[in-house]
């Protein structure tokens, strides 16, 4: 991108990302600017990220949605002393972890994989913070919710898709069983010997 005379498409998509309130996608950019090419829109996309690349903000895709944040090595420039970091119980982090790899799946379906019934307000907390979504029910008897993760999941934790997860082969090279527990020492650096959460109760087998 020419920065003494940037074409007027990419100026136009720019502009727009910048007041936007919330990240937004190839297809609502074309309609916002009168329906334009989606071609052209995702060439002024790339023009737009290369051009930011080596600046104080980055233009991002998360989950194919654009918006622009700030680089990660001046993050720290922003954060308030008043900030505080809410830690995530581990019954939370193994539930989110479950999710992310193996939705949508329901509640009781979460419980088999855990081998522990889960408190109803482990799936308020990680909806509250925005990271679970309700994504419909499953046509079986009962219908029960099932449950998937949002593109805030994805962007708090810098992934662009869910491809971007551990994989099998990186799991068992670090000398983890399953995905849960890997996922639950990358998002919390705690080790396997941390009591359980209080709100984890076995789930009785039947005789």
């Known amino acids: 991108m020419n920065d003494d005379k940037p074409e007027p498409l990419v100026r136009a998509v720019e502009a727009t990302l910048f007041a936007a309130e919330e990240p937004m996608s190839v297809d609502a950019l074309a309609s916002h600017l009168g329906d334009e090419e989606k071609a052209a829109i995702r060439a002024a996309l790339q023009q737009l990220a290369a051009h930011y690349q080596d600046r104080g903000i980055h233009l991002v895709e998360r989950s194919k949605r654009w918006h622009f944040q700030t680089a990660a090595d ?15 119980s581990r019954a939370a982090t193994e539930v989110l972890a479950i999710i992310a790899y193996h939705e949508p799946v329901s509640r009781a379906e979460i419980e088999s994989i855990r081998g ?46 869910r491809r971007d997860l551990p994989g099998l082969d990186e799991l068992r090279a670090a000398g983890l069983l399953d995905p849960v527990d890997d996922a639950y020492n990358l998002l919390t650096g705690l080790d396997d010997t941390d009591a359980p959460a209080a709100d984890d109760t076995p789930i009785e087998q039947a005789d």
Do not use: C, N, S
């Open 116 to 161: 522990v019934q889960t408190a109803k307000g482990t799936l308020d907390v990680l909806m509250e913070a925005g990271w679970v979504r309700a994504a419909g029910r499953r046509e079986v008897p009962g219908r029960p919710v099932i449950y998937a993760t949002t593109p805030e999941f994805l962007e708090h934790f810098g992934l662009q898709t």
């Open 74 to 88: 001046l993050a720290h420039l922003l954060r308030r002393e008043r900030e505080q970091v809410r830690r995530l």
